[in-house]
């Protein structure tokens, strides 16, 4: 064969990988190769080397793996093999041709199939971790964008990427730590966003939070925003307190600013006082002392309590006093999601102050009574004179407990000291410490609780 016959067998080959073979060019290609020993060499050595290209290109853009392989094997086997007998036909010899082709391709597609497959199966990189979750009581769910995980006891130490918190429950606590120590506790029915690049950024869309906040680099504090507010601290202990309508900041130690959104106006609250921004832009603006509550607090139901309580309103009616019966609440979930609902009432403080504080010598008397038989649960949420968060604390009792009357009212009276701890930081309640929700329920069962009386003052001597 001479060089003008190579040049056109080239011609033809190229045709025949890129799949442009006439009529006329495969009947010249079948000729060759039928009766030129030189032409199928010509036509091997042509066929791997475009093997070779295809291979390496396939490894330079990353499609080419060890799984491909044995299929690419195949292919160049089927090239590379010399017959012992030479059959060729018109219709057998581009038949083969296109086999070689045909793997060729296969391979290639196999190849591509295998990379998406890897990508897909490949899981993104996680997250990093921003903070610790330190203690949880009651139930609480943690979004990151990507997944959701349900917070319950032993969840303690578990890091937690960017994202937000739902709280379920006025019971219900959380406390995470940053990596620089500073320490936020969200409490109550509660959703808060937490993030961090430059600076630490939280959203309070409800709830009550608490901060002990670590000295923030110069020119990055933490920045909290509510419906109505912004604040900016760089290192203090604080509180915020936070629904769509108002937001109440309580500064217990350092100083931080509070901006109101609806008219950008700001004030600064240092230590021992309250501001509150709202959504009233005529509302002055100002930083007023905490006041200390008394050692004595006292609630009938001559009135409807304020809407922040829970419980359903009885008028009194001869004999009988004012009273409050207890409704459906979501105490915690199970792992399914199925909520253990409590029946019971709540007793809170609004934003001007706490109900009362406690003494060493305190007591809870509470008048209730019921018409069947559950277990029960009295709790007391605690804040430091400050406002920042001081524990929970919870009495377990049986239904029969304390003196009954002929109308079927019982007078219960527990001393701070049969208060357990709900979470073991605080291991106790504190002497100075602050009562903000009172909370009496029975467990699961509706027995139609009813209160007519709450108390808490030191014992009497």
Known sequence: MNARDFTELDRLLNRLVDGGLSAA??????????????????????????????????????????????????????????????????????????????????????????????????????????????????????????????????????????????????????????????????????????????????????????????????????????????????????????????????????????????DGRQVEVHDQRRAVASLDASAE??????GIPPAAWRQTFDQPPPSICKGTWIAGEGEQPSRVRGVPCVARRKTSGEPIVHHGITARSGVETQLVTLQADSVLRVRYRLTGEAPLRIMLGTNHPGGSFAGNFEVKLGSQTGMVDADGWRTLTVPLSGFQSLIKRFPKPQDGSQVSLVMFNSHEHDVGLEVCEIEICPRSP
């Open 285 to 290: 603006m100002q930083a007023v002392q905490i």
């Open 25 to 262: 060019d495969e009947t010249q290609l079948d000729a060759w190769l039928r009766d030129d020993a030189a032409a199928r060499d010509w036509y091997r050595r042509f066929m791997l080397l475009h093997a070779d290209l295809q291979w390496d290109h396939g490894v330079s853009v990353g499609l080419v793996s060890h799984e491909k392989a044995a299929v690419t094997a195949a292919a160049v086997s089927v090239l590379s093999r010399e017959p012992t007998r030479w059959m060729w036909s018109s219709f057998a010899k581009p038949a083969a041709m296109w086999l070689a082709v045909g793997l060729l391709v296969v391979g290639l597609l196999l190849s591509w199939r295998l990379r998406g497959d890897r990508q897909m199966l490949v899981a993104p990189a996680p997250a990093p971790s921003i903070m610790t979750l330190d203690a949880i009581q009651g139930t609480a769910d943690w979004r990151d964008g990507t997944t959701t995980l349900r917070l319950v006891d032993g969840s303690e130490s578990r890091r937690l990427a960017a994202g937000t918190l739902f709280l379920e429950g006025d019971d219900s606590s959380c406390q995470l730590r940053f990596e620089d120590g500073t320490r936020v506790t969200v409490s109550g029915n509660a959703e808060a966003v937490f993030e961090q690049d430059s600076q630490k950024r939280l959203r309070l869309r409800r709830g009550s939070l608490s901060a002990d906040v670590a000295r923030q680099p110069e020119g990055c504090p933490l920045v909290i925003e509510t419906p109505t507010a912004r604040v900016e601290v760089i290192g203090t202990l604080f509180t915020l307190v936070a629904d769509g309508e108002q937001t109440a900041l309580d500064v217990e130690r350092g100083s931080v600013r509070l901006q109101r959104l609806v």
